[in-house]
């Protein structure tokens, strides 16, 4: 029987051209100002590795609380400068990945929307509004240092 899924979206106005904002999400230095580390939450990068092309794998390790945590994924679309679809999941733990789809449509008055939706294995359900609190507090952080750059 298939787990049911709980959607998660986000939208977030970007000041930088769609293929800026791309380039944020597959650049390990620019990961590393909006994703991870300590301008987004109290922990420390261990690695950033992409491989960025249909079924290249990403591993985003950190140490937080003591702890590593490991992001791991797999890309399923890049469609440069307006889409990326990735898996995503924490290594060890069990059950299927999620699913992100990142949509960078272009705004009329310039600049971009960044909107976000993840879908959530049903399992994970009680974790959506924690899910959707991370992800807005990490798009913001992608929108501001995409506007100091």
Known sequence: MATEHVIVRVIQRIH?????????????????KWM???A????????LNVDPRIDGAFSFL?????QEIDHIGTYRVLDRPSR??????VAGTP????????DIPPHEFGGCD??????VPGEWADYAPRIEESWRKMLA??????LDS
Request: charged share 15%.
């Open 36 to 38: 991870f580390g300590p």
């Open 40 to 47: 987004i939450r109290e922990e420390e990068i261990l690695h």
């Open 114 to 119: 960044c909107i976000l939706t993840h879908e």
């Open 84 to 89: 990326l679809v990735f898996t995503w999941s």
């Open 95 to 102: 059950g299927e990945p999620s699913l992100v789809m990142v």
């Open 141 to 146: 952080a992608l929108a501001n240092a995409l």
């Open 62 to 66: 950190v140490r937080r609380g003591g």
């Open 16 to 32: 930088a051209s769609p293929g800026q904002t791309f380039n944020a999400w597959i650049d390990p230095q620019w990961l590393a």
